[in-house]
């Protein structure tokens, strides 16, 4: 059963990065008056790398958190993290004015502090594994911690007939 708790930490890990990037590519979409085809590959691109979370997160932890494997689950992070990045930026350029989506992220600080946070996991993880995990968590951690600006911003626009999505 003890050797069974670090599988079970893994997945949860695992559960809450998939539920923030839902969270966030909902509050996202919500946020811009329309895609495109280059949207909807974009959004697909992302996809293709949160599907690869469950496949690293089974590697790392089923082997006992070898290097090889947790840097190969922060690479993924790490990808999923630029394709949302490019997604963001697919809708910026295609949402024109007024930019809720712009005003919406600010200046995207944990955004920028996240990429930095899976490079430091990715070279942890070959020194001491368990560090570059805790890299991964405090990833997390910062995402948690819910961002009133987007709420705020997409209920001001609503409030706008001017500023509405359709």
């Not at 990065?17 to 280059?38: D, E, K, P, Q, T």
């Not at 944990?110 to 070959?126: E, Q, V």
Request: net charge neutral; charged share 15%.
């Amino acid at each position: 059963m003890r050797e069974e708790v670090p599988l079970l930490l893994a997945y949860a890990l695992s559960f809450i990065y998939l539920g923030i990037y839902w969270n966030n590519h909902h509050h996202m979409l919500a946020a811009v008056r329309r895609v495109s085809g280059v949207t909807l590959w974009a959004n697909l691109h992302l996809l293709f790398w949160l599907s690869l979370i469950p496949v690293t997160t089974a590697w790392m932890s089923e082997n006992g958190f070898p290097p090889i494997p947790t840097s190969a689950y922060g690479i993924t992070l790490l990808a999923a993290a630029i394709a949302y990045y490019l997604l963001q930026t697919v809708l910026l350029r295609l949402d024109g004015e007024p930019y809720v989506l712009r005003t919406a992220i600010g200046t995207d600080l944990k955004g920028k502090l996240s990429p930095f946070l899976y490079c430091l996991g990715i070279g942890l993880s070959f020194v001491n594994q368990w560090a570059g995990i805790a890299a991964y968590v405090v990833a997390a951690l910062i995402w948690l911690v819910p961002d009133r600006r987007v709420e705020r911003t997409l209920t001001a626009a609503q409030s706008d007939p001017d500023e509405r999505p359709p």
